[in-house]
């Protein structure tokens, strides 16, 4: 089954390409797109559903950091998405003076091993 969404930019901006489409994004890129997504999205940011999005406020961006807790709701976000079947290596690191978070994974998506994948968020909100 083919998965396929908008594509977006490096902003997370709907990507139009140079004749003025707006472009298009499907199966493994369209899932790690959307692990992307749910990744940088604060909960609360969605008018229709607050309790969408990844709690930044609650987890990252206060003192005392727990980063097994930010570990374990990235790995959430990164298993719940859909079309993602398994987690096959992690890394975070967490820089709490430049407030920057580094997450490297790999997965199965569509029975494929995926190459690394690395999302950096500047958690500076």
């Known amino acids: 089954m083919t998965s396929v969404s908008r594509k977006l ?36 940011e969605f008018f229709l559903d607050d309790t969408v999005g990844f709690p930044w406020y609650e987890l990252v961006l206060k003192k005392n950091v727990n980063t097994s807790n930010i570990e374990s709701r990235i790995k959430l976000e990164i298993t719940k998405t859909p079309g993602f079947t398994s987690l096959t290596f992690f890394n975070m690191e967490f820089n709490q003076a430049n407030r920057v978070l580094s997450v490297q994974f790999r997965g199965i998506i569509n029975n494929e091993q995926t190459d690394n994948i690395t999302i950096e968020v500047p958690a500076n909100g």
Request: net charge negative; glycine share 6%.
């Open 9 to 44: 930019n490096e902003d997370n901006d709907i990507f139009v390409d140079n004749t003025g489409n707006v472009a298009l994004i499907f199966d493994a890129d369209q899932v790690i797109q959307a692990i992307k997504t749910r990744i940088w999205f604060y909960i609360g």
